[in-house]
């Protein structure tokens, strides 16, 4: 299994940007779909992006689609989650999935990834 540690949560002022990272330590991170997910509390696990092993295919959650890109690099073991026009209901611990070696295919399914980082908090202000 990958570990997996995010970085770049903040609190940031509504309309602004922020980027979030992911950085694995495994060795097999570039044979693993990568995703993003949040959870607020009391609330389940929610899907925001996925992206391939190679990166060629992205998928979005409705929610953030068109403000949020989501973009690896192999060469780093790293992943991203570029966020603009942030919202107050962006407001999350945001979380870093791997799904495991060798499903590159996507998914927005919590169950479906096999490692986790331990999260990041976003606070976005009004």
């Known amino acids: 299994q990958e570990q997996l540690v995010e970085s770049g949560g903040g609190l940031v002022q509504a309309g602004a940007s922020l980027r979030l990272s992911c950085a694995a330590s495994?060795?097999?991170?570039?044979?693993?779909?990568m995703g993003w997910f949040r959870q607020t509390p009391g609330k389940e696990r929610e899907f925001v992006a996925f992206i391939s092993c190679n990166g060629g295919s992205t998928s979005y959650a409705d929610s953030v689609k068109g403000r949020f890109t989501i973009s690896r690099d192999n060469a780093k073991n790293t992943q991203y989650l570029q966020m603009y026009s942030l919202k107050p209901e962006d407001t999350a611990v945001y979380y870093c999935?791997?799904?495991?070696?060798?499903?590159?295919?996507?998914?927005?399914?919590?169950?479906?990834?096999?490692?986790w980082g331990q999260g990041t908090q976003v606070t976005v202000a009004t």
């Open positions: 495994g060795r097999t991170f570039r044979t693993s779909g």
């Open positions: 999935a791997a799904r495991g070696t060798y499903y590159c295919s996507g998914s927005s399914l919590a169950p479906d990834f096999s490692s």
